[in-house]
C-alpha cells in the first residue's frame, strides 16, 4: 500500500485489524463477533471497486465497519454511495463511529435490519455488491437484488472455501445466471468473484 488508502485510513484499518482478532479470540459468541475480512482479501475487494469505477455499491453485512471503510475510502473519488445493512444495530453503531473518525460516514447509508427484507425496500441500481453476511439466504438475498443491479455488475462473496456447504446453492444459483463470468478466489476464506452483464449492448461495454 503506497498512496491508497490514505496514511489517516491506513492506521484505522490497522487498529480495527488488531481490535477485530483479539476481541473475536476472547468472544465465545459468534453473533457478538466482528468476523472482519481477511485482509488480503478487502485489499483485492478494494482494488475490483476502485479499477471497476463502482459507484453504487451494496454492502451485506457491516459489522464494525473494517470492509465498509475499504468500499468507502473505494468510492469516494467518484462521489459514490455505499449501502451497508447489518442486522446488529450495535456493530453498526460502532461502524458508524469508526466511519466517522476518518470522515467517510458521508458516504455510507447504512441500513439495520434482516437483510432479504432490507434489499426488497431498496431502489438501486447496483453496480458493486459484497456478499459477507448468512451464507444460507445469500441465495433469498440475490434473487431479490437481481432485479436492482446496474446493467453491469460486480458480485462478490466471501466464506467460499471456509463455508462450502452452506454457500453451495448461492453459487449455484450465480452460475445460472446469463451473460455472467465467474471465479472463485483462493484468497483468505475463498472470495466468489462475479462479473454480471445484462446485455452487452445495453450495459454500453
Ligand atoms: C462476517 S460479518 C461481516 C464482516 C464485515 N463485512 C467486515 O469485513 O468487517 C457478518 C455480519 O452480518 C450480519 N448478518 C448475518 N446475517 C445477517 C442477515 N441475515 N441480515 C442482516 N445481517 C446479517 C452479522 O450481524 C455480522 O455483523
Same mark, same amino acid.
Given at each position: 500500500?503506497?498512496?491508497?488508502?490514505?496514511?489517516?485510513?491506513?492506521?484505522?484499518?490497522?487498529?480495527?485489524?488488531?481490535?477485530?482478532?483479539?476481541?473475536?479470540?476472547?468472544?465465545?459468541?459468534?453473533?457478538?463477533?466482528? &468476523?472482519?475480512?481477511?485482509?488480503?482479501?478487502?485489499?483485492?475487494?478494494?482494488?475490483?471497486?476502485?479499477?471497476?469505477?463502482?459507484?453504487?455499491?451494496?454492502?451485506?453485512?457491516?459489522?464494525?465497519?473494517?470492509?465498509?471503510?475499504?468500499?468507502?475510502?473505494?468510492?469516494?473519488?467518484?462521489?459514490?454511495?455505499?449501502?451497508?445493512?447489518?442486522?446488529?444495530?450495535?456493530?453498526?453503531?460502532?461502524?458508524?463511529?469508526? &466511519?466517522?473518525?476518518?470522515?467517510?460516514?458521508?458516504?455510507?447509508?447504512?441500513?439495520?435490519?434482516?437483510?432479504?427484507?432490507?434489499?426488497?425496500?431498496?431502489?438501486?441500481?447496483?453496480?458493486?455488491?459484497?456478499?459477507?453476511?448468512?451464507?444460507?439466504?445469500?441465495?433469498?438475498?440475490?434473487?431479490?437484488?437481481?432485479?436492482?443491479?446496474?446493467?453491469?455488475?460486480? &458480485?462478490?462473496?466471501?466464506?467460499?472455501?471456509?463455508?462450502?456447504?452452506?454457500?453451495?446453492?448461492?453459487?449455484?444459483?450465480?452460475?445460472?445466471?446469463?451473460?455472467?463470468?465467474?471465479?472463485?478466489?483462493?484468497?483468505?476464506?475463498?472470495?466468489?468473484?462475479?462479473?454480471?452483464?445484462?446485455?452487452?449492448?445495453?450495459?454500453?461495454?
Amino acid at each position: 500500500m503506497k498512496d491508497f488508502p490514505s496514511p489517516e485510513v491506513r492506521r484505522l484499518l490497522r487498529e480495527l485489524e488488531e481490535f477485530g482478532k483479539a476481541h473475536d479470540a476472547r468472544e465465545p459468541r459468534q453473533a457478538r463477533r466482528m &468476523l472482519n475480512l481477511e485482509p488480503a482479501t478487502a485489499q483485492l475487494i478494494s482494488i475490483l471497486a476502485r479499477s471497476s469505477r463502482a459507484r453504487r455499491v451494496l454492502e451485506i453485512g457491516t459489522s464494525n465497519g473494517y470492509s465498509t471503510l475499504w468500499l468507502a475510502a473505494s468510492i469516494v473519488p467518484r462521489g459514490g454511495l455505499v449501502t451497508s445493512i447489518d442486522r446488529s444495530a450495535e456493530k453498526q453503531q460502532m461502524a458508524r463511529e469508526n &466511519l466517522a473518525r476518518v470522515g467517510l460516514s458521508t458516504y455510507v447509508d447504512f441500513r439495520c435490519g434482516e437483510a432479504t427484507e432490507v434489499i426488497s425496500m431498496l431502489g438501486g441500481p447496483f453496480d458493486f455488491v459484497l456478499f459477507d453476511a448468512d451464507r444460507t439466504s445469500a441465495t433469498a438475498q440475490l434473487d431479490r437484488l437481481l432485479p436492482k443491479l446496474a446493467p453491469a455488475a460486480v &458480485l462478490l462473496a466471501d466464506n467460499v472455501l471456509s463455508h462450502p456447504v452452506e454457500i453451495a446453492d448461492y453459487l449455484a444459483a450465480i452460475e445460472s445466471l446469463p451473460h455472467l463470468q465467474h471465479v472463485v478466489v483462493p484468497i483468505g476464506k475463498g472470495l466468489s468473484v462475479a462479473f454480471c452483464q445484462a446485455n452487452s449492448a445495453e450495459a454500453g461495454l
